[in-house]
């Protein structure tokens, strides 16, 4: 049981360097791939969520989950974001560009390990969500009945720049999330935030069909931590 938590974590970078070369060979549909990331994102929550219920929590833990982490929520949206590139750019440097995103993602898990770990808010976008974000784009340009305008606004140089630089600047900020990773399930102080942001997720992904929420869910995040935690501590620090 005491190393329960350290295979799923491993599985997890299993998968994510499964995915990367997936991602690069190109042979495999997108939703497929999306759903290995998937995978990897529910092994994330239940080793962290084990660890902490059963109090198996260790430094080693830790460090893994931050390994593990930078392939699959690091290395996976700047190669995504680079294959988005790769669509419209006829600059052969510019797709490189989203791979800062793997940068981006390197220097928040770094800090993260050298910070005081709260329970209750993470201070910037984590990189599971990040990745969630990155990935709905390339799955939304895929969507079989997309609207030409959605597509033609996505696959543009300026809006991958922009969301390039969004995305490293989200990652890093100092705004304070909602910790989503359970201790219990509870339905009081912090955990009504997190079952109202299931909730709305999942009533918003049922009439946006599907990964069309995604960007919406992630406002709806940093609107409902904005409250959840309050406007002065989202200044503090």
Do not use: W
């Amino acid at each position: 049981m005491r190393i329960l938590p350290n295979i799923l974590t491993l599985f997890n970078l299993f998968l994510g360097c499964i995915i990367t070369l997936l991602l690069i060979e190109g042979n495999l549909p997108m939703e497929s791939i999306s759903f290995l990331i998937v995978l990897t994102l529910f092994l994330d929550f239940m080793d962290g969520l084990i660890a902490r219920k059963f109090n198996l929590e260790s430094k080693l833990g830790a460090q893994l989950d931050s390994l593990a982490d930078l392939i699959s929520f690091g290395l996976v949206p700047g190669i995504v974001m680079y294959k988005l590139f790769m669509e419209v750019s006829f600059d052969p440097y510019l797709p490189f560009l989203g791979f800062t995103i793997t940068l981006a993602s390197a220097y928040r898990l770094a800090i993260f390990n050298l910070s005081h770990t709260d329970l209750k808010y993470f201070k910037g976008l984590p990189t599971p969500a990040n990745t969630l974000f990155i990935l709905s784009l390339m799955l939304i340009i895929e969507l079989p009945n997309i609207d030409s305008f959605v597509k033609e606004i996505i696959l543009n140089n300026n809006f991958l720049i922009i969301i390039t630089a969004l995305s490293c600047y989200l990652l890093n900020s100092r705004f304070k999330l909602i910790n989503l990773k359970f201790v219990d399930f509870k339905f009081s102080g912090v955990n009504k935030y997190r079952y109202l942001l299931i909730v709305l997720s999942a009533v918003l992904f049922i009439f946006l069909r599907g990964v069309l929420s995604i960007p919406v869910i992630l406002v709806i995040y940093y609107m409902v931590s904005y409250f959840a935690i309050g406007r002065k501590k989202m200044k503090s620090h």
